[in-house]
C-alpha cells in the first residue's frame, strides 16, 4: 500500500479553550475521514491556540494570556490526548495535531501523532522557539525526532521554523520520512517556497497546515490594546499548501478561508525521485560532511 490521501486542515481553534478546540478539531477528523482521508494533520499549537501575543506584548507583561494558556493546556498522557487518540480511532485515520503540552512547570509546543488504533505513535517537541516565544515554551531534545510507520509510507516531520534549521532537515532525512509534516504559524508566500524547497530536497511529499487566527477570535475580555476588535487584524491567514516529491505544489494555498485540502499521495514516487537525488544516499559525502544526533532525552535532573 503506498498510495493514500492526506488532508490539511486550515482552521481556526476557539482562542485558549482546550475542550471547545478540540471538539472542533474531532469534527473535522471525521469530516476529513469520511472524504477519504487516511492521515489528517492540524496546525502548530493548535490546541488550545498559538499564543500570537509574544509578537505583541513586552516579555513578562503577558499574564492574562499566559495564565489562560497554561490552565488550558495538554498534558500528555492525560484526558485531552484521550480525546484525540479516540477521535483518530473513531475516524480509522493517523492524526497529527499540534499542541501546547505541560510538563510540569514549563510549556512545548508539541506534535502529537495518534494511528487509527487509537494509540500515541509519537510526540515531537519543537527544538527552537523562535524570538518571542522562548517567553513561552521550553526547548525539546532529539529524544522527539520521530517517524511514524504507516502502511503509506513514513511521517514524520518539523514545526514552523525548525524547518529552516538544515541539520534538523538532514536528521528527518536520515530517519527515513517519506511523507514530512510542516505544521506552521508562518502564513507568508515565502513559506511556499520553503515547503517547495524541502519537498525538492529530501525528495518527499510535504504538507504544510497554518491555522486561521484574526483579532476578532481572541475573547473580547483578553483584547485591551492588543488586539483591535474586527476582521480585519490578521494573526494568521493560512497559506496551507501540500506539495509533491519534485516540489511541485498538489493543492494550495489557500489563504483567509477554513478549508480542508486533500491530495491523493503516491510513496513510490519518492523512491523514483530518490534515484536522481538522495540527500543522505548517493548523493551524501560522508567522507566530507557528517552530522551526529544525540537522540537521548535531556533532563535537569536524573535519577539512577
Excluded at 513514513?154 to 520520512?177: F, K, Q, S
Aim: glycine letters at 10%.
Amino acid at each position: 500500500m503506498t498510495r493514500a490521501t492526506v488532508a490539511a486542515v486550515q482552521a481556526t481553534p476557539v482562542f485558549l479553550d482546550r475542550e471547545a478546540t478540540v471538539e472542533k478539531a474531532c469534527r473535522l477528523v471525521k469530516e476529513a475521514a469520511a472524504a477519504g482521508a487516511a492521515l489528517v494533520v492540524f496546525p502548530e499549537a493548535f490546541v488550545p491556540a498559538y499564543p500570537d501575543w509574544v509578537w505583541r506584548l513586552p516579555a513578562w507583561q503577558d499574564g492574562r494570556f499566559t495564565h489562560r494558556l497554561l490552565d488550558q493546556a495538554v498534558t500528555v498522557p492525560g484526558p485531552t490526548a484521550d480525546r484525540l487518540a479516540e477521535a483518530a480511532r473513531d475516524a480509522g485515520v493517523y492524526l497529527a495535531i499540534g499542541v501546547n503540552e505541560l510538563d510540569g512547570g514549563t510549556l512545548y509546543n508539541t506534535l502529537l501523532y495518534f494511528t487509527p488504533a487509537g494509540e500515541l505513535a509519537g510526540r515531537h517537541r519543537k527544538l527552537m522557539p523562535t524570538g518571542g516565544e522562548r517567553t513561552v515554551w521550553g526547548y525539546g531534545d532529539g529524544s522527539t525526532l520521530t517517524v511514524v510507520a504507516t502502511p503509506f509510507g513514513e511521517v514524520g516531520g518539523l514545526i514552523c521554523w525548525e524547518n529552516y534549521m538544515p541539520l534538523a532537515r538532514t536528521a528527518m532525512y536520515a530517519l527515513g520520512v517519506e511523507i514530512y509534516l510542516a505544521p506552521t504559524w508562518d502564513n507568508s508566500p515565502q513559506w511556499v517556497a520553503t515547503l517547495q524547497h524541502i519537498a525538492k530536497e529530501g525528495r518527499v511529499y510535504v504538507v504544510g497546515v497554518a491555522p486561521l487566527l484574526r483579532g476578532s477570535d481572541v475573547p473580547e475580555e483578553l483584547r485591551g490594546d492588543s488586539y483591535p476588535a474586527g476582521d480585519a487584524d490578521w494573526m494568521s491567514r493560512g497559506h496551507t499548501t501540500i506539495v509533491e516529491p519534485g516540489g511541485e505544489i498538489l493543492a494550495g494555498p489557500v489563504t483567509e478561508r477554513e478549508e480542508i485540502l486533500y491530495a491523493e499521495i503516491d510513496t513510490d514516487r519518492v523512491l523514483r525521485e530518490r534515484q536522481l537525488f538522495d540527500p543522505v544516499g548517493h548523493y551524501a559525502r560522508p567522507d566530507v560532511f557528517t552530522l551526529h544526533v544525540d537522540t537521548r532525552p535531556h533532563n535537569a535532573v536524573t535519577f539512577d
